[in-house]
């Protein structure tokens, strides 16, 4: 049997929920609406997967075709295919990735926890999340292939990190945190223009929220956690300059208790009640 190469992670669905999905609407968990993501893998030339999106999806179903004998309510579709190197549990990844760090998210393996000690109670499969956006579950995707891509030294191997992020729809330019190696390498660099947001308002605030919008306050005085924008996608943040996300995953790490290795910060610094990244001008 030849060695896998690859690993494909597919994210799937109710047919009826497919254009909530590419809408980016909730799939809403009130509404019976659920969504999957699971992994397979493949030994195919990377050249041919990422020149045929259809061909990956044909990687996916036999996968997916056993879904119906574990009890999939409705006749469900691939909705998105991502393409990793050949890790296993790289869906386990993106799942706590969207669910536990970056945000949270309701999903089926923490809701089985929390039934454990209930009679007569039937667990769930491992792999539902539920009240979710399609962009969350990208920024996810985005978030391991940044971690990959800062992590590689191998020339070759960056090459093909690259080749899969632009099949997986990740823009290497994005909002998403810039390492020094990554610097080094010159594969990224923001395109949020900060200065062009704040140009009509020299002493502006921003403030650092949680997921679910709440302030984050340290815990030992008390205050708000805030930043002043001093140019060039620039803050002070209690006397230390830096970006959105340098600062974001700090003091979220410190206060919020989550626990961000890659994070984007314009999705948690707010302005006047508005993410940064809604401010986005063109």
Same mark, same amino acid.
């Given at each position: ?90 869906? %386990? @990844? &993106? ?11 309701? !999903? *089926? /393996? ?6 454990r000690n209930e009679k ?74 900060? %200065? @062009? &947001? ?11 929220? !949680? *997921? /679910? ?53 314009n999705e948690y610094w ?13």
């Amino acid at each position: 049997m030849s060695k896998k190469q690859f690993t494909i992670v597919y994210v799937f669905g109710p047919i009826q929920c497919e254009d909530k999905y590419f809408n980016d609407e909730l799939i809403s968990l009130e509404a019976n609406e659920w969504i999957k993501i699971g992994e397979t893998s493949t030994n195919m030339d990377l050249d041919v997967l990422v020149s045929d999106y259809d061909r990956v999806k044909d990687e996916a179903m036999p996968r997916v075709k056993n879904e119906p004998r574990t009890g999939i309510p409705f006749p469900s579709k691939i909705y998105d295919v991502f393409i990793f190197p050949y890790l296993p549990k790289t869906d %386990d @990844k &993106i799942r706590n990735r969207l669910c536990h760090d970056l945000y949270e998210i309701d !999903n *089926s /393996k923490q809701r089985n926890k929390e039934l454990r000690n209930e009679k007569h109670i039937i667990p769930s499969g491992q792999e539902f999340v539920y009240n979710v956006q399609r962009s969350k579950i990208k920024y996810a995707v985005q978030s391991i292939d940044h971690d990959l891509i800062a992590n590689e030294d191998d020339e070759e191997k960056l090459k093909q990190l690259i080749k899969m992020c632009q099949f997986n729809d990740i823009n290497l330019n994005s909002d998403a945190e810039e390492t020094e190696k990554e610097k080094d390498k010159g594969t990224r660099r923001a395109n949020l223009d900060l %200065d @062009k &947001i704040f140009e009509n308002d020299e002493n502006a605030m921003v403030v650092l929220c !949680n *997921s /679910k919008g709440e302030e984050v306050v340290d815990s030992a005085t008390g205050e708000v956690i805030t930043a002043k924008y001093i140019g060039d996608n620039k803050f002070d943040c209690r006397g230390e300059i830096s970006r959105t996300s340098p600062l974001a995953k700090k003091y979220l790490n410190l206060y919020a208790g989550m626990n961000l290795t890659t994070v984007n910060g314009n999705e948690y610094w707010y302005y006047k009640g508005q993410k940064l990244t809604s401010l986005r001008k063109n």
